[in-house]
C-alpha cells in the first residue's frame, strides 16, 4: 500500500481518457492508502477486490458513504439490507423494462427535436445541445418536476456533483446549501402533488406503502433527492464519453451507421470501456482485508469500477474496444444489492439517442483544435465540440 500517485513521474493526464491511470494502479497500487482531504480511507482497483466490496453489503455498508448535501440516508444508495430490499420492491417496478418501453416513442421524438435544432448549423457542443437536455427532460417528465425549469435544475446538481470552487470546505458549504434549495423545489413538489395528484413518481410516491407502512414524506425527499441527481447527470456523462469515442473513431462510428442493429452492443462495450460513473464509496462496518491488505472498521473504501471493467486479469482483450464481445459482464452501472436502479431507462435513453443521431449525423468528427477535457469522478466532457457536413 503506498499513500500517493507520483503524476509528476507517470506523465498521466487525469483530465484526459482515464485507461492508462487505472493501469498504472493496478500494476503499481491495486490497494492504496489515501489521505486526503475529500476522503481518508482505502482505495481498490483489481476487478476482484472491487466486486468483494461490492457484493458484501454487510462488510462494506453504503450507509454514510456519499457526501453530497443530504440530511439524511438517501433512499435506496445509503439503505442496507434487510431494508434496502423492501425500498427496491418499491421502487425496481417503476423502472421495469416494461415500463421503460412506454417512453422509448417519446423520447424517440425528443431526440429528434433536439437533433433537429442544431443539424444545419453543421456543428454543436453535444455536451449542451444533446446530452445534457435529453435524460434532464425525461427524467423531469416521470417525476413531475417543471420541464421548463430545467436550466434551474442543472445549475442545482451541477453545484452538487461539480461545486464551481476548489477549496473543499468551501465546497463542501457550496454543497450543503445547493442541497437546501434541491430539498426545497421537491418539498413544493410534494405539495402540489398532495394538493392535485397526476400519474408521476412523486404522486405515486405518495400514496406508496412498504411492507404495509406509508411511505412519510421525509422518505419521498430522500428518494426524490437521490432522483434529482442521477437522473440528471448520467445519462448525460455517459452520452459525451461515448460520442467523445466514436467521434476519434471513424471505423467504429461507420459501424454503427451502416449496422443500426449492433447499436446495443457498441453501447454496452463503450460503458464498460469509459465506465462514466468511474468509482463509488463504501464503509468498513469491521476489520478485514482486501489483497492482503488491511482495512480497519470505520475506513471509507473507493471501489474503482472504470479499472475493474478494464482489468486484464479478468478481461480477454482488455484494452481493445470490441463491439462484437460475447460476454460483456460490466460493472457501469455497480454491482451487488445497490445496482443502479435506473440501468434500463438509462440503457433506453442511450441507445434510441445513439441511433438517431448516427440516422440523421452519419459523419461527425471534433472540432479542429479541440481535445475533449473529462471531469474527474462523474466522467462528463462539457466541451464536447462536433462538427459535420451538412
Not at 499513500?3 to 493501469?23: F, H, I, N, R, S
Not at 422509448?104 to 445541445?129: M, P, Q
Not at 442543472?154 to 437546501?180: C, Q, S, W, Y
Request: glycine content about 6%.
Amino acid at each position: 500500500m503506498t499513500d500517493e500517485m507520483p503524476e509528476t513521474e507517470t506523465g498521466l493526464d487525469l483530465a484526459g481518457p482515464p485507461q492508462e491511470m487505472y493501469k498504472f494502479l493496478r500494476d503499481h497500487m491495486p490497494v492504496m492508502a489515501v489521505e486526503h482531504e475529500m476522503m481518508t480511507g482505502t482505495s481498490v482497483a483489481l476487478h476482484d477486490d472491487v466486486m468483494t466490496v461490492l457484493q458484501n453489503p454487510d462488510v462494506f455498508s453504503s450507509l454514510g458513504a456519499a457526501e453530497i448535501g443530504q440530511v439524511r440516508p438517501l433512499i435506496p444508495l445509503e439503505i442496507d439490507p434487510p431494508e434496502h430490499s423492501k425500498f427496491r420492491k418499491l421502487l425496481d417496478p417503476l423502472f421495469a423494462p416494461r415500463r421503460v418501453a412506454l417512453l422509448e416513442e417519446s423520447t424517440r421524438a425528443l431526440v429528434n427535436d433536439l437533433i433537429d435544432a442544431v443539424i444545419a448549423d453543421g456543428g454543436c457542443n453535444f455536451h449542451s445541445s444533446i446530452a445534457e437536455p435529453l435524460p434532464s427532460q425525461v427524467f423531469l417528465t416521470m417525476f413531475g418536476l417543471p420541464v421548463e425549469r430545467t436550466a434551474e435544475f442543472i445549475e442545482l446538481k451541477d453545484g452538487i456533483i461539480r461545486p464551481p470552487v476548489d477549496n473543499f470546505d468551501d465546497a463542501t458549504a457550496f454543497r450543503n446549501e445547493t442541497g437546501r434549495k434541491i430539498y426545497a423545489v421537491l418539498q413544493e413538489a410534494i405539495d402540489e402533488k398532495k394538493a392535485n395528484p397526476t400519474d408521476d413518481f412523486i404522486s405515486q410516491f405518495l400514496e406508496a406503502e412498504v411492507e404495509g407502512h406509508r411511505l412519510t414524506e421525509d422518505d419521498v425527499l430522500d428518494i426524490g433527492y437521490l432522483f434529482f441527481l442521477a437522473g440528471l447527470d448520467t445519462v448525460t456523462a455517459s452520452l459525451d464519453c461515448m460520442l467523445a469515442y466514436l467521434a476519434q473513431n471513424p471505423a467504429e462510428q461507420q459501424r454503427l451507421v451502416d449496422r443500426p442493429e449492433d447499436v446495443p452492443a457498441a453501447m454496452e462495450e463503450l460503458l464498460r470501456w469509459e465506465t462514466p460513473v468511474a468509482g463509488v464509496i463504501r464503509v468498513a462496518t469491521k476489520d478485514t482485508e482486501l489483497s492482503g491488505c488491511p482495512i480497519h472498521a470505520g475506513d471509507k473504501v473507493s471501489v474503482n469500477l472504470g479499472s475493474a471493467n478494464t482489468d486484464e486479469r479478468f478481461w480477454t482483450d482488455a484494452d481493445t474496444v470490441d463491439f462484437d464481445r460475447e460476454i460483456n459482464k460490466h460493472i457501469a452501472f455497480g454491482g451487488g444489492v445497490h445496482r443502479c436502479l435506473g440501468s434500463h431507462l438509462a440503457r433506453m435513453e442511450l441507445r434510441v439517442c445513439l441511433e438517431e443521431w448516427h440516422k440523421r449525423v452519419p459523419s461527425y468528427e471534433l472540432k479542429p483544435g479541440t481535445t475533449p477535457e473529462y471531469t474527474m469522478g462523474l466522467r462528463s466532457v462539457d466541451n464536447l465540440e462536433l462538427v459535420w457536413r451538412t
